[in-house]
Every structure is written in C-alpha cells, then in structure tokens.
C-alpha cells in the first residue's frame, strides 16, 4: 500500500501565499514522478506542476511564475510554492505519484486525498 498525504491548505487572500506538501509512504520501490493536480467546483481535475526523478519540472500555463514545485529533503516529498494567488486559483489539490512497487513491477499512479485552497477576500 501506499499513502500519500497532504498538507498546507488553507484560506489566504488575493496576491497571498501558500505551501502545501505532499509526503509519500508506504511500499515504494522506485518514484518516476510526482504532480500536483487541482479540482475546481464543477470543473475537471487538472494538471497543475509535475516534477521527475532527475529534477525536471513542467508547469500548466496558468501557473508559470508563480507556483514551483519542488522536492525533499526527505525522500518521497514534494511541495507547491504558490505565490500571488487568484481567485481562480481556489480549489481542492491533490498529491499524485507514479511509482513503482516493487523491484521489475509496474508502474501505477497514486493519489492522496486532497487538501483544500481557498482564495479570497
């Protein structure tokens, strides 16, 4: 099994911050990557950074220069540094990893269970 648990949400106001984190345990072998995705009301989950093994990030375009994503120090922990944030930035985000279980197993995604941004005055 594995756990992947958030942290950090939270109610903050236009132009604020925020740092969630994200924590993994459990039977993990191998990491290939972790993300943050978000869900809005009424709306589709979607991507919002991933980060890779070697360090490599990707961002959605709404996102660029003001969240990064980032790893550690402890292993299987990733964190979101939201910075300037919107209104349309409000949403619950969650945890996800693609990893590997167990030595020549397959690759599976994971999930936590979502913490909840709030952006408002």
């Known amino acids: 099994q594995v756990q992947l648990v958030e942290s950090g949400g939270g109610v903050v106001q236009p132009g604020g911050s925020l740092k969630l984190s994200c924590v993994g345990s459990?039977?993990?072998?191998?990491?290939?990557?972790m993300a943050w995705y978000r869900q809005a009301l009424g709306k589709q989950r979607e991507l919002v950074a991933r980060?890779?093994?070697?360090?490599?990030?990707n961002y959605a375009d709404s996102v660029k220069d003001r969240f990064t994503i980032s790893k550690g120090p402890a292993k299987n922990t990733i964190h979101l540094q939201m910075n300037s944030l919107k209104s349309e930035d409000t949403a619950v985000y969650f945890c996800a990893a693609n990893l590997v279980q167990e030595e020549y197993g397959y690759a599976g995604d994971h999930w936590g269970q979502g913490t909840q941004v709030t952006v408002s005055s």
């Open positions: 459990g039977t993990i072998y191998k990491v290939n990557n």
């Open positions: 980060i890779y093994g070697d360090g490599g990030t």
